[in-house]
């Protein structure tokens, strides 16, 4: 009965806050979006660094995204609270969409500087990383026909990703400087200026708002998916044959 | 029509499963085949649906279209059921109407076959239609091979053992669609425990051991 | 018989897209692949610019073999291979409209995704082209040669690191053509036809061939 209220609860609390989200989202992107405008060119990259408001934030939500899958693997293993799993299985894709947002963007912003599209530099090569870990995770879900069945098996496997993702972190960084990088192009460069911080700095609120936005949203999908599987098994189950 | 076997031989994994076996049934006619465990129930339906090689003797089936091979004139229901989770229940049925049509032999078998929504609900599981095949318990996936039998018109049913995991209600279902299929002119073979409660000729498989083939025998 | 020919196909792309996500599964493990690959040989643009259409054609070659192990163990063990023996289809048709629906929803995914891919090698746009059209010229007879191995190993429990062994010495041919028309196309000397040609030669007889010793293979499932 417990599993079953969290839920319920959840449904409720969620349909109340999810407009207030959405509209808190779109006010603080606009915002973004006019200060990132309005603040000045770079001499160097002129408008194509604009590209980094959209870069930079969704390559923070990438990694946020894997920690509250991460965090949520944690409920759905210790306390196997239901609602922890669809948390996690509602961000897996989320997480996967702006990996994969950070890694065209970093595509396309780097091509103007580095002549390619693509660099084997160790942040975008870990991202890229990153982004076949989501991939994994997305796959293993898919491969279970009962979504219960599910949770607790994609659940170590996020938690064993989260252990290494330092450790891949490292080894990256190690490869890249032992072969003499392609580029020295950065992405944090060491002196960026105040004039973008604060257009930088509203950009990943409204992004991170957009994410809480979505994954409400998707939670309640994947709740409201759930309860249609389960209704139809009973369904099944009780079915009376005609005749 | 009329389907006969003679001096049939059958050798599985190295086993004579059976040897010198003859049968013969005619148009309207039930042949239940019995037999304990072992005696080659399952592998005799599997040898006349062309699953199963035949290692001596002959079959054939009379009457039968010309030029269309024995096998497009059989319905086998056996213990797999060829059913996909991930289609729904009807796409699953659509899937085996479509492929095991046919035209020639439909027209021997004296009964037009039904559309796969009908079918389905011949065999009351109906309003399950468009649910994932997943979520289907052991009978109702009986009764959806069952309803394989409706959908293509053949004149020839072989089923194993086809009361398996039915409720009391899917078993007067069956009993019912034999009835049927014979009293228009087909014929089926059915290889069961229980009794069926239908006018049927007997075949007992298994009665004398068959004895060991020379080759096997431990020197 | 055209009809239940189409109605095969169709089950066979629509169970491949609804069972886990069965054919995004290729195209990932082409991804895996390539992204691995700078880890091996080292980031430097220019190595990989010159053996990225190599790379791209090694990812699609294991990339094809995905799936392949359960192309008829699936039906085999559900007795579904059972029935469709018994329809007016030949067996070698059955094969070869499996094997077509799975290059659908395995091997094309690869040709589209090659060029995505490619850029993250630095291959030049010339050989982009080169490497997509060769993956569809070639993959067709990746799929269809590995559907005997698939037949080969239906009844085994545990066939599926079985097909690649038995299958990749057999793809070599593909692989040779594809590539030196890949590399024709960028570097020369050699017109590009010419592998080519061979190439899609290789495609047509394994798509008549293959499908009669895969269905040769079968049968013997069946004893």
Redesign the interface.
Same mark, same amino acid.
């Given at each position: 009965m417990l599993e079953f209220a969290n839920p319920t609860r959840f449904m409720a609390l969620s349909r109340s806050v999810l407009p207030w989200l959405w509209a808190a989202a779109a006010g603080v992107l606009a915002i973004g979006l006019v200060l990132a405008f309005r603040a000045p060119a770079d001499y160097q990259q002129g408008l194509t660094v604009l590209i980094m408001y959209i870069h930079v934030p969704s390559a923070w939500l990438a990694m946020m995204c894997y920690a509250v899958i991460a965090t949520s693997s944690v409920g759905t293993l210790v306390w196997r609270h239901p609602l922890a799993d669809v948390s996690a299985r509602a961000a897996a894709p989320i997480g996967a969409c702006f990996t994969f947002l950070a890694l065209v963007t970093g595509s396309l912003w780097g091509k103007p500087m580095w002549g390619t599209w693509w660099v084997w530099d160790a942040r975008l090569t870990s991202v890229l990383l990153l982004f076949l870990m989501y991939l994994g995770l997305i796959a293993l879900w898919r491969a279970f026909d009962d979504p219960a069945r599910a949770a607790r098996p994609v659940a170590i496997l996020a938690l064993v990703g989260f252990v290494n993702i330092p450790i891949i972190k490292f080894s990256v960084d190690w490869w890249n400087t032992l072969h003499q990088p392609a580029s020295v192009f950065r992405f944090d460069g060491p002196t960026i200026d105040p004039s973008m911080l604060w257009p930088l700095m509203v950009m990943a609120v409204a992004f991170t708002l957009l994410f809480l936005a979505i994954h409400v949203a998707a939670m309640r999908n994947e709740i409201l998916r759930r309860r249609v599987r389960a209704m139809r098994v009973k369904a099944a189950s009780t079915l009376v044959p005609a005749e | 029509m009329k389907l006969t076997g003679r001096d049939l031989a059958c050798i599985r994994g190295g086993r004579l499963v059976f040897e010198a076996l003859d049968f013969r049934v005619d148009a309207g006619m039930l042949l239940q085949l019995r037999g304990r465990n072992g005696a080659g129930k399952s592998t005799l339906l599997r040898l006349i649906a062309g699953l199963a090689r035949i290692a001596e003797g002959e079959l054939a089936l009379e009457g039968g279209a010309p030029d269309v091979p024995v096998k497009e004139h059989i319905h086998y229901v056996g213990h797999l059921d060829a059913i996909k989770p991930a289609l729904s229940v009807v796409e699953n049925l659509a899937f085996w109407a479509r492929l095991l049509e046919g035209e020639e032999v439909a027209a021997l078998a004296g009964r037009a076959a039904i559309d796969p929504p009908a079918a389905l609900d011949a065999m009351g599981i109906g309003p399950l239609a468009d649910f994932p095949a997943a979520i289907l318990s052991a009978g109702q996936r009986r009764r959806l091979s069952l309803a394989r039998l409706l959908v293509a018109a053949r004149p020839v049913w072989l089923l194993d053992e086809p009361t398996t995991a039915l409720d009391t209600d899917g078993q007067a279902c069956l009993f019912a669609m034999v009835e049927r299929h014979l009293s228009s002119g087909g014929l089926a073979l059915i290889a069961t425990h229980v009794d069926l409660p239908l006018p049927a000729a007997t075949l007992t498989l298994g009665v004398r051991q068959p004895e060991p083939r020379p080759e096997v025998e431990p020197a | 018989m055209i #009809?239940?020919i189409a109605? /095969?196909f169709r089950?066979e792309t629509?169970?491949a897209l609804?069972?886990?996500?069965g054919a995004?599964?290729g195209a990932?493990f082409f991804?895996?692949i390539v992204?691995i690959m700078?880890?091996a040989v080292?980031?430097?643009?220019n190595l990989?610019q010159r053996i990225g259409p190599a790379i791209l054609w090694v990812g699609a070659l294991l990339a094809t073999l995905i799936g392949l192990d359960r192309l008829f163990q699936a039906d085999h063990?559900? #007795?579904?291979l059972?029935? /469709?023996?018994?329809?007016?289809?030949p067996l070698a048709v059955i094969v070869a409209v499996k094997a077509a629906a799975h290059w659908v929803t395995t091997g094309l995914p690869l040709v589209i995704a090659a060029p995505l891919l490619g850029?993250?090698?630095?291959v030049e746009p010339a050989a982009l082209g080169a490497v997509a059209l060769t993956l569809a010229a070639g993959t067709p007879a990746l799929t269809f040669i590995g559907t005997i191995g698939a037949a080969l190993t239906v009844a085994l429990r545990r066939g599926g690191l079985l097909v690649p062994i038995l299958i990749l010495p057999l793809t070599v041919p593909v692989l040779i053509f594809g590539v030196s028309a890949t590399n024709a196309a960028v570097t020369g000397p050699m017109a590009v036809s010419t592998p080519l040609t061979i190439l899609a030669g290789l495609t047509l007889l394994s798509v008549v061939l293959a499908p009669i010793a895969a269905a040769a293979a079968l049968r013997l499932a069946?004893?």
């Open positions: - | - | #009809g239940a109605m /095969l089950r629509t169970l609804r069972v886990g996500g995004m599964m990932v991804l895996t992204a700078p880890f080292g980031p430097d643009l990989l063990e559900d #007795g579904s059972d029935l /469709l023996t018994m329809t007016e289809l850029l993250m090698l630095n069946f004893d």
